[in-house]
């Protein structure tokens, strides 16, 4: 999930390509990309391995743009991007189960830290994920909260704010886990907030969902039912996000 849902210089490929991936159209952003050069067929890969995690779709395609990204690459920049989508990926599969590729997703992501040094632009995302393998694959919630405010901290310094987005939602994630109310509604207003004013459809009705669950009545219920129109207006993307979304049962009466 990298980029920052703008485009610097009104380019109209960016633009177009953005559109598309903000409404859940992965596929057809990325047929707009040629990867003839390092860059753009680093940018088709992320775009189709953010596919997958959002549709559970198109692990093949994945692979392919991937490994035609990792073959292009020749600078420590770009092979540590590419590493990064490697992880990212590895790590996709096996938090879906799809296949367990954690070992693939750790080796990946180390690789990346190793080429992509501190302070980089790059560096951001790359912690931001390294969070996301420490929380859901190792358990390990201090690691993720460390990794996650460095990410939000390189999202910060390299005005990232659909990367600001993510770092606000799961270090609220961490908050509300913590018994610290006040500032997981904070942080999941933020990553709204964000999400909303970088018209990001498809990470909206992800970002109501997690707000509602630090409200009460009758405004939870109110960012629930924003969240299942979204979701039924992409076409049930993200396809995680139905267990989220199934209204409780009613109460029985006497």
């Known amino acids: 999930m990298s980029g920052n ?46 596919r997958c995690l959002y549709t559970e779709e198109g692990w093949e395609e994945a692979e392919d743009a991937l490994r035609t990204a ?34 693939e997703a750790r080796a990946a992501l180390g690789r990346a830290a190793a080429l992509v040094p501190p302070g980089a632009p790059a560096r951001a995302l790359l912690d931001f ?3 996301l393998l420490a929380e859901n694959l190792t358990r390990s919630p201090q690691a993720a909260r460390a990794a996650y405010r460095r990410a939000h901290a390189g999202a910060t310094a390299h005005a990232d704010p659909l990367l600001l987005s993510f770092t606000w939602r799961h270090l609220a994630g961490c908050a509300l886990r913590d018994g610290e109310l006040a500032e997981a509604r904070h942080g999941f207003a933020e990553s709204l907030r964000i999400r909303e004013e970088l018209g990001y459809l498809v990470g909206t009705a992800p970002a109501l969902v997690s707000l509602a669950d630090t409200e009460t009545e009758p405004e939870a219920s109110r960012l629930r039912e924003e969240a ?8 049930g993307v993200p396809t995680w996000l139905a267990r989220h979304l199934t209204p409780a049962p009613p109460a029985a009466t006497a």
């Open 228 to 235: 299942r129109r979204l979701y039924r207006l992409l076409g």
């Open 129 to 131: 994920r390294r969070g």
């Open 5 to 50: 849902g703008t485009t610097p210089g009104d380019d109209p490929l960016q633009t177009a390509v953005w559109r598309l991936r903000s409404r859940g159209c992965w596929a057809d952003a990325a047929a707009l990309l040629l990867p003839a050069t390092p860059a753009a067929a680093l940018q088709r890969a992320s775009l189709l391995v953010e």
């Open 70 to 103: 990792e073959a292009l690459a020749h600078s420590d920049d770009e092979r540590g991007a590419a590493a990064c989508e490697r992880g990212y990926l590895a790590y996709a599969a096996t938090l879906l189960a799809v296949r367990d590729r954690a070992d």
